[in-house]
């Protein structure tokens, strides 16, 4: 499996592009990309490929979750990441900055929380955060937005210079579909405690925010740390394509084991 395949839903630096004429679901001859080999096969590769990222310890991967509230950053992360050791795995989870972290630089709360050589660690939203609210919000002006996507080009291409590869997801749901799960869940009394104000709020500027997504993606898509789009609407299929979106960028990584600190034919029990 090659990046190449992913090329229709790869955004290339600087691209113009409205995020409404991009599809939320795959067109029918692209829905199953591997499916000769099987979801089993899938998720066997995922983790026998995160397995020789954790004993390799020379690279680490960051996956950021980004996207519009019920597109499902929680479900990717539930249902992909169930099938592989948690060993070197770790889901980071981001909300409004607290008072501490507003008195740092906005990148100040994300350093901590990246991955070390051998991690595999997943940004349920991100240092996106900081630039998308305020540009919906007006809460900085256009010049500051300007600077901080500057910020985290350079963040980023420091980030792939110390081996620590960069995968940035935006899943891409309809508002129609949102509609349909923000009903789903103030019907659920198990899932009613996911629902905020926000959630209604940040419906009513849908407009605002394909705008600010639009700008913010391709100003900060670059070949080391590009976007993808995931089309949403459909769970099942949006879990697959991550998934091996996912396995092809490690298998893209080309990680070797490491050799045993003993030579095999030493090995003695007794």
Wanted: proline share 5%.
């Amino acid at each position: 499996m090659t990046l190449k395949k992913f090329a229709p839903w790869k955004i290339q630096a600087d691209d113009r592009f409205e995020l409404s004429d991009i599809s939320t679901r795959l067109p029918v001859n692209k829905k199953e990309i591997d499916e000769s080999k099987g979801l089993k096969t899938l998720f066997e590769r995922l983790n026998k490929m995160q397995n020789t990222l954790y004993a390799a310890k020379t690279h680490g991967l960051l996956l950021v979750l980004q996207g519009m509230d019920t597109a499902g950053k929680d479900g990717v992360i539930r249902h992909v990441f169930t099938h592989i050791s948690p060993l070197g795995v770790r889901a980071q989870a981001f909300a409004a900055p607290s008072e501490e972290e507003k008195h740092h630089d906005f990148l100040w709360r994300i350093h901590s929380k990246l991955p070390a050589k051998g991690e595999l660690v997943i940004f349920n939203r991100s240092h996106y955060e900081d630039v998308l609210v305020p540009q919906v919000r007006g809460w900085l002006r256009p010049a500051a937005i300007e600077k901080r996507l500057a910020h985290i080009r350079n963040f980023e291409a420091m980030l792939h210079d110390e081996n620590i590869t960069v995968l940035k997801c935006f899943l891409h749901i309809s508002k129609a579909e949102q509609k349909k799960r923000l009903q789903a869940r103030m019907e659920d009394p198990q899932k009613q405690w996911k629902l905020q104000a926000s959630d209604f709020e940040d419906r009513k500027l849908w407009p605002t925010f394909m705008r600010a997504y639009q700008q913010t993606l391709s100003a900060t898509s670059t070949k080391e740390s590009p976007w993808y789009i995931i089309p949403a609407d459909d769970k099942s299929d949006r879990n697959r394509f991550l998934a091996e979106l996912l396995v092809a960028t490690v298998e893209n990584m080309k990680l070797k084991m490491p050799s045993p600190s003993m030579k095999p034919g030493s090995f003695k029990l007794v």
